[in-house]
């Protein structure tokens, strides 16, 4: 994917005086919106309509009004995680209709991970400097209840400092059903054997008629916004996604982002919010269905991580960019258009490659301090929550990384891994 010309990675922080000369030359509805965000108004879910049909010099004061405001909330530092994606099963039949990682059981390439295989999995990535695994898979019909806390005790027993960051809430869905107990029963017993935070995944867009469309048995709307809650009422943190780009449109994104607003405003429990462009070429939606889009335009990946920004403001401080969806340079671009953060290192990543996603399943924390510091930032290396745990000097190019606090050490393995030693 081609990035636009309008973002050039030579682009500075904007000051006020020359975000105010960038407003005063566009059209007056814009310059109001914006106008009024940077004083702090709340950004409507109509006006978020509008800023996403922005072009041209609208479009570019958008950028700059969001980089602007992610400047006053989060400063200048863009931070990354070392973590390793562990998809346990790919055996699902629920028929989500964009998902093209789904197998049926009797398949050749179908899999199932024994709980060893996952804790080794594990462990090999705390060898490797992870500090989190995040988890999830299929909805296979042949596991219970029990085997998700079965996951979270194997890894905790062989590894007990690693952060857990599991279980979507369509999978949490399917543990409580499979375990006759409410979902808060079934989220307080995963916490208490060691989960961490749950992905806010399964959420594409919480619009019932589109939900409608994208699948036939998942989460509606109204369950997905219930197991989140409750996660959130029970002390678990989660993060927020949005998938779009396919048969999906402004209002809809508009409306997404209000509800994870609102449930911000009741819960605080989101750590950050992660938009997901579609993935189409191998998708089942895209293949087999008419009109369905071939993922997100340029301009409307850095049209939705800005309006994000705005939208989330003073509620949701992180704004991911994800590089296995945009690729890295793209993503990197979008830390200068609201974003702060470019995710995991993620060695491993199966649903996105199953979809035909064409980038590639590791990026090394060398490459996250060099793509930060080419976007114009200040590299960190944080962990599952955004605590800090690495702070690195801007890395002009060199093949050593500058550490300002510690050593680096560098391993050398298959992947030419980084890891940072404390």
Known sequence: MNAPSILSLNHCVADEPSLSALLDGIDVS?????????????????????????????????????????????????????????????????????????????????ELLSFEQVADRAEEAWN??????????????DIDGSHYREILKAIKNRIPGMHIHAFSPFEIWFGALKSKVSVAE??????????????????????????????????????WVE??????????????????????????????????????????????????????????????????????????????????????????????ASWVKLGPEYAQQMLQAGANDLGGTLMNESISRAAGGKNEQEIVPEDMIRMISAAGRDPVRRNTLYGVVEEYERDNGNRSLIHRDSTVELIATSADAVRIAS
């Open 30 to 110: 814009i310059r109001t919106i914006l106008t009024s965000v940077i004083e702090g108004a709340e950004l409507s879910e109509a006006d978020a309509v509008t800023l996403f049909g922005t072009t041209g010099a609208e479009l570019d004061a958008l950028i700059s009004t969001a980089d602007f405001i992610r400047q006053k909330a989060v400063g200048n530092q863009a931070s990354f995680v070392i973590t390793r994606n562990i998809n346990f099963t790919n055996v699902c039949y629920m028929g989500c209709k964009f998902c093209g990682f789904a197998k049926r059981k009797d398949e050749s390439t179908a």
């Open 227 to 320: 197991i989140i809650t409750t996660a959130h009422q029970l002390g678990l943190p989660t993060t927020a996604t949005i998938m779009y780009g396919h048969i999906d449109g402004p209002e809809h994104w508009a409306s997404h982002i209000g509800k994870i607003r609102a449930i911000q405003k009741q819960t605080g429990g989101f750590t950050e919010f992660v938009p997901l462009g579609f993935v189409h070429y191998e998708s089942p939606l895209y293949m087999n269905i008419p009109n369905v889009r071939p993922g997100p335009t340029p301009e409307e990946n850095l049209q939705m991580h800005a309006v994000a920004r705005l939208m989330l403001n003073g509620w949701v401080d992180n704004i991911q």
């Open 186 to 223: 079934f989220i307080q017993d995963l916490i208490d054997h060691g989960l961490g935070s749950m992905p806010g995944t399964a959420a594409e867009i919480l619009d019932v008629e589109i939900r409608q469309q994208l699948t036939r048995d998942k989460l509606t709307t109204e369950q």
């Open 128 to 141: 490797r400097g992870a500090t989190e695994v995040c988890i999830q898979g299929g909805l296979h019909p």
